[in-house]
């Protein structure tokens, strides 16, 4: 957990800690990486200043489909968090997180085998790991305080919600912002395969998307020249750290092993490169941007 003085501690996960600054939030992205729900106890340096930088990239690409929480990456930002700490606006969060996904891959992938399904979405049968779907599915989820989030269809979403109107709004918006963002990521030979958003509502009621955004920790980043159906993909997210884990022999329980020297660099590498091929500037730029003056 990071440590701010004067400053209250509303809720620490596993990666992101949250501060109160009165009519905003403190938002820091720590350089914590977990793989099973298991924080590992070996930090993966700089991960958290890439997720809030492209969280910041898309937060400034994609206000015109919806608005965000995101108010200042300086002011309200202590010095010892610049980079990676993010004044945001208070919202009152939904109690579902928002998957859109244009393939076939993870859990949707065990999903499909077992059952021909993705959240309630009858797909065609025959299809492999991997491959891109006709249209992008809407694979909502619970948000478990402990443990897995649990898939579930749109009909129970939208009574976790209480409100049906409600649900098929985020849902649109969903998959207006997957669209443009795959779009995007497109264009620099990015493939993105899957997507998580947060939504939330402000004093005035209206929506906003909050949390992280299409960073490697909420989302599928492939590289395009590797692409293969049929198979796994290379990522730019911690699927190396989880491949690394799932061959120690760890049983997925607490605690999680120490992460090595060489997979703490290669993943450090990997989001770094995502970064870098996703907004077309070094990384170096963002952490002289946001370096104390």
């Known amino acids: 957990m990071t440590a701010i003085a004067d400053l209250p501690l509303v809720a620490s996960g596993k990666v992101r800690d949250m501060y109160d600054l009165g009519d905003r939030l403190l938002m820091v992205a720590s350089d ?3 793989t099973y729900d298991v924080v590992h106890p070996t930090p993966i340096p700089d991960k958290g200043k890439v997720l809030t930088a492209l969280s910041v990239f898309w937060f400034a690409k994609t206000g015109h489909i919806v608005p965000n929480h995101f108010d200042s990456a300086s002011a309200g930002v202590p010095d010892e968090v610049r980079g990676r700490g993010l004044a945001v606006r208070k919202l009152q969060m939904l109690e579902v997180e928002c998957v859109v996904r244009g393939y076939l891959a993870g859990s949707g992938w065990k999903d499909y085998q077992a059952t021909g399904e993705v959240s309630g979405i009858a797909l065609a049968p025959g299809l492999r790991e991997s491959e ?11 948000k478990a305080t402990e443990g897995h989030d649990e898939t579930v269809t749109f009909d129970r979403a939208a009574e976790i919600l209480g409100d049906r109107e409600l649900m098929a709004q985020v849902r649109d918006l969903s998959i207006e912002l997957y669209a443009f963002a795959a779009d995007h990521a497109a264009q620099r030979g990015v493939i993105l395969a899957d997507t998580k958003f ?11 998307v909050a949390d992280e955004v299409l960073t490697p920790d909420s989302s599928r980043f492939w590289p395009a020249d590797a692409y293969k159906v049929g198979q796994a993909q290379p990522s730019f ?5 989880r491949d690394w884990a799932a061959g120690t022999g760890w049983d997925k329980a607490p605690p999680a092993p120490a992460i090595p020297d060489d997979v703490v660099a290669g993943t450090r590498a990997r989001y770094v490169e995502a970064y870098e091929r996703i907004t077309g500037e ?12």
């Open 32 to 34: 914590r990486i977990s």
């Open 132 to 142: 891109k779907l006709p249209t992008p599915i809407f694979t909502p989820s619970t």
């Open 198 to 208: 947060e939504f939330g509502r402000d004093g005035d009621g209206a929506l906003r």
């Open 237 to 241: 997210d911690k699927q190396y750290v």
């Open 282 to 293: 070094p990384f170096d730029a963002w952490l002289q941007r946001t370096a104390p003056a």
